[in-house]
DNA sequence: ATAGGGTTAG
């Protein structure tokens, strides 16, 4: 499998708030307000190049598409060259296939292609993932008698390792070696770097750049970029540091992709400081924040939740002649998305569309997602309707998205359905697609449904990883057997899976639910010996499952503990909480130290300022604040009629 | 006139 995937696996699974910015002013929005009016735009460039070209310039499609045609009408024709042009230009606005069908044109007029117009097809067909026309291609150059340069190994090296065909790259590589007309050269090596880098192996990627150290071919920015940008997206910001000084010591200077792969890394990580520094440093060593970094920075607020900073990162952008794209507004989207603010995001998604900006299959995939977490399932399916209609074909994540829409909404049968339509359509179910289902499954308690699933998996041979025995393990717990749950997450060992945190959280819940409280404490405390400490979910898991077997000496206990660790109590167990001072015999302090670790000391006081806070929080929650501020002025301890007041 | 690196969704 392709690191890609698995790192995206890994960052959907922790679901645990790094909190690493919880203050209104983002401190990066500060420093940019402050800083960017500093900040250049691109310097124009004030030498006009030389127009060499006799095709002109061209930025868009339709242009291309025009001057195209007009260039099919002249007579003589115009050389293959010429042709050659356009067609580069169109890769470069990488309009892959549109290319290829130009080129297909060509040959139904006759028109002959040479051995650049081979090499940029071949291009095309890597890039789109099609190494079976890229190999076709290939063969047209014995066919028209041209020899194969570096250019189309190379090319073809890197197509393969882009789709992960290993072994073929490496025949083409030791064809290189051993083949005498063409060497490897940093190009190579950079594909090769590329390909480890894909991998995950970062290793692998520094041990091939200390090879090129003592070689021929010596590593360049690009080769430096690379294995800098896949440190950052593993989060191992320090060893990236370490390459970006190397390279400078080396006099090799580091470009606008490097600082974008730095700070994107820094940002990941909550880094803001560090990130500020690195925006500081690149624009005293005349490099300008250009699209990509904006993209960056509004897509980490958006995701910090922090969208009305963002939408001022986008205004300082803007200012600075650089229009947002179809990735900033995706971005924005997603930010109001993941507040669940759903007609701020349809208003994005319409501003994107009157603007002109391309809207993709990630726009679309994005606004079914926020639509389906908000349970708004029916304006989901409309998307998705809409989206065919535009032309757009919904890919492996907008089915995910949308068939987990409907397993969250008990709609077994139509997620089933998007299932084999999916397929039925030419997209492939990944891990991750099973998981969903099979979620769905169990929670409908439709095990027999599930277990056929995994044996449709295990034809396919796919690997059961921790994310499906965790939904397995969950399972069993919801139809009661909480001894085959038992039995299964003892047996991961032997599988040689680590239990994460969900996992024990699962196993956890399991035992309270099956009255075997003993049993979850034990797995608790198991959890700091296997360096797995509990999160706030844990905590709060076990608490109300200490509750609500009526061990409220130890819920308190784990409050406590909680509160001492920085975590805290969600509505339900503050419900719970509230049913303990009901019956009077709990402290009432010990709901005011739930609530204040919640939502922070200001909250107690300004009860008015809270109603947009506790909007995302559920009735319930806003309920219990307006009980606990009854409770605090009143200086009281609970009746039933303040109980009565949590139900207004 | 052709090849390599950086941004968005489950």
């Not at 290319?99 to 071949?122: C, K, M, T």
């Not at 440093?281 to 699209?291: K, T």
């Not at 040689?496 to 035992?511: A, C, E, H, N, S």
Request: hydrophobic share 40%; glycine share 6%.
């Amino acid at each position: 499998m392709l690191r890609k995937s698995l790192r995206t696996a890994a960052s959907s699974s922790s679901y645990c708030s790094r909190g690493g910015m919880s203050s209104l002013h983002s401190p990066l929005v500060v420093f940019l307000c402050n800083h960017l009016a500093s900040f250049h735009s691109q310097p124009s460039n004030p030498i006009e190049p030389r127009n060499t070209q006799i095709v002109p310039k061209l930025t868009n499609i339709e242009n291309a598409l025009k001057v195209f045609d007009e260039m099919l009408q002249r007579r003589p024709l115009p050389s293959i060259i010429r042709f050659n042009q356009i067609l580069c230009q169109l890769v470069k606005l990488k309009h892959y296939s549109q290319v290829i069908s130009l080129y297909h044109q060509l040959g139904l007029l006759g028109i002959v292609p040479n051995d650049f117009s081979l090499n940029i097809i071949i291009n095309c067909h890597s890039r789109l993932n099609q190494m079976g026309f890229a190999l076709s291609v290939f063969g047209k150059f014995f066919i028209y008698g041209f020899e194969p340069d570096v250019i189309t190994l190379n090319t073809l090296i890197n197509g393969f390792l882009l789709e992960d065909r290993v072994a073929e790259a490496a025949g083409f590589f030791s064809r290189m070696v051993e083949g005498s007309n063409c060497k490897p050269d940093v190009f190579t090596f950079g594909a090769l770097v590329k390909g480890f880098c894909i991998k995950g192996n970062n290793t692998a990627a520094i041990r091939l750049l200390r090879k090129m150290d003592g070689g021929a071919c010596k590593p360049n920015l690009v080769v430096y970029n690379t294995i800098i940008d896949s440190l950052c997206k593993d989060t191992l910001i320090v060893g990236a540091q370490e390459l970006f000084s190397e390279m400078v010591t080396r006099g090799i200077a580091p470009d606008i992709v490097t600082y974008n792969s730095l700070i994107h890394g820094v940002c990941r990580v909550g880094k803001w400081k560090e990130a500020i520094r690195l925006l500081n440093e690149m624009v005293s060593n005349d490099i300008f924040p250009d699209i990509l970094t904006f993209n960056i920075l509004v897509d980490t607020l958006c995701k910090e939740g922090l969208v009305l900073q963002a939408e001022s990162v986008v205004q300082m952008m803007i200012q600075r002649d650089i229009e947002p794209d179809t990735v900033t507004y995706s971005s924005l989207m997603d930010g109001y998305c993941l507040r669940g603010e759903m007609d701020e995001a349809k208003k994005v998604f319409d501003k994107m569309i009157s603007k002109g900006s391309r809207v993709d299959v990630f726009c679309y995939s994005i606004m079914i997602n926020g639509y389906c977490k908000r349970k708004m399932v029916d304006e989901a399916v409309m998307l998705f309707q809409e989206m065919s209609q535009m032309g757009l074909v919904p890919n492996t994540i907008t089915y995910n998205t949308l068939i987990d829409g409907f397993c969250k909404m008990g709609k077994i049968q139509g997620a089933q359905k998007l299932f084999s339509q999916m397929q039925a359509c030419g997209q492939h179910p990944d891990v991750q697609t099973y998981a969903i289902l099979l979620d769905g499954l169990c929670k409908n308690q439709q095990l027999s449904l599930a277990i056929e699933l995994l044996r449709e998996m295990k034809e396919r041979k796919m690997e059961l990883n921790i994310v499906i025995y965790s939904i397995l393990i969950e399972g069993l717990c919801i139809v009661g057997n909480t001894a085959a749950a038992r039995d299964l997450f003892r047996c991961l060992l032997s599988k040689r899976l680590q239990p994460d945190v969900k996992m024990y959280t699962i196993m956890i819940r399991g035992f309270c639910n099956g009255v075997l409280t003993s049993e979850a404490e034990k797995l608790f405390k198991e959890m700091e010996d296997k360096d797995c400490p509990p999160d706030a979910c844990t905590y709060n898991i076990i608490i109300r499952g200490f509750i609500n077997n009526n061990e409220t000496l130890r819920a308190m206990g784990l409050i406590q503990q909680m509160v001492k660790r920085g975590f805290a109590a969600d509505a339900s167990t503050v419900e719970l909480i509230v049913g303990l001072l009901c019956k009077d015999n709990v402290d009432p302090a010990l709901l005011t130290l739930a609530l204040t670790v919640s939502y922070g000391d200001s909250i107690l006081l300004h009860l008015s300022e809270l109603v947009e806070e506790v909007s995302v929080f559920d009735w319930l929650g806003f309920s219990c604040i307006r009980y606990l501020v009854t409770l605090e002025s009143n200086s009281r301890v609970t009746t039933d009629e303040d109980m009565k007041c949590i139900r207004l």
